[in-house]
């Protein structure tokens, strides 16, 4: 076979190679759903009622599942529900044998109002200031007032207060002064 012979023949291949790829390409976009053909030819869905049925979705509202509640990730079926006899027997194993513990004890009240703060520049401690009745107390942080109580700690809404028999906490929130009208 010469050269010219191989070229011809080459050449006469692609030209097959791209009358199929074009037809291909023709036969694909002409049949896929979405697109409308060249002739123009559109065809609406014929629906016959346009309206919401709402008398439909009532109905599905008020539909409730009533099948066997199983989680769907575990292979095993769930198990049955308990008899009357095995669910007694629960309850009773449930039940408080021996004394009733006692309540927890009552939380600690403070007879006092935690109404402001500062900060003393020469040592940088807290200071709080509580109104307990007409008195004004000032207490650093560590000290003790009303001989029953010690500061702890003031934040910038409640003061940390323990108790100094029974060394529980109790947080004492800020209060705000009430707010005078402007003198007309």
Known sequence: MSRRTQIYVFVALLLVLAYSLYSALQNST??????VAAN????PLTIHEP???LDLLAKLQKLEYSGSHRNIFVE???PPPPSAAQAAAVAAARRIL????PPP????QVPAEFF???TNPASGKHIAFFLSGD????VPEGDSFLNRFRLIHIGTDSADVQEISSGRHAFVQLVQPPSEAPAQ
């Not at 123009?40 to 065809?43: L, S, T």
Request: glycine content about 12%.
């Open 51 to 53: 309206r919401l049925r």
């Open 135 to 138: 008195d004004v107390l000032v």
């Open 76 to 78: 095993t079926p769930p």
């Open 116 to 118: 402001g703060y500062e």
């Open 98 to 101: 021996g004394p009733v513990p």
């Open 105 to 108: 004890p009552p939380s600690v």
């Open 30 to 35: 002409a049949n896929s759903p979405g697109v």
């Open 40 to 43: 123009g030819k559109f065809e």
